[in-house]
């Protein structure tokens, strides 16, 4: 009889393990893919810099503007991103050579055939840089 009680402990321990080894798992995995769906949907919005015009309607709505506040708000917008781009153009040259610098040091490490495949996706980003760029 003990040894029968000794079993079924036993059962009953390895089905609890197993149970809880179910849930945790499953925990886990929905932790995991809550988090690389977030990375996932971060980087499918490389730069989400609003223009002018979004802040000034989003304003708009929020704030009922008039049509002459959306104007002055809009020069106001205008200006301050005029100088935030003047007082960071000396930092782009500075910025670059970074960049260039670590391109290097990436390409130093791979074989010929891994740097072409590099130097192509390296071409890739810079075209969505620009073209980010040149939509703001």
């Known amino acids: 009889m003990r040894s029968n009680n000794a079993r079924i402990e036993a059962a009953v321990l390895v089905f609890v393990v197993f149970l809880l080894g179910i849930l ?3 925990v886990g995995d929905h932790l995991w893919n ?5 990375q ?6 490389p730069n ?11 304003l708009t709505q ?16 205008d200006a301050t ?4 781009q003047a007082l960071y ?7 670059e050579e970074i960049r260039q ?3 290097a040091g990436i390409r130093a490490v791979l074989t010929s055939d891994q740097q072409a495949k590099f130097d192509d996706f390296m071409k890739q980003l810079d075209e969505q840089r620009k073209k980010d760029a040149a939509s703001h």
């Open 24 to 26: 945790l798992g499953g």
């Open 89 to 95: 153009a000396p930092l782009d040259v500075q910025h």
């Open 101 to 103: 610098q670590g391109r």
């Open 34 to 38: 809550e988090r690389v769906q977030g």
């Open 48 to 58: 989400t810099k609003p223009t002018r015009d979004q802040v000034v309607n989003d």
């Open 40 to 45: 996932e949907q971060l980087a499918a919005r």
């Open 62 to 77: 929020r704030l009922q503007l008039t049509p002459d506040q959306q104007k002055q708000i809009a020069v106001t917008i």
């Open 81 to 84: 991103r005029s100088k935030w």
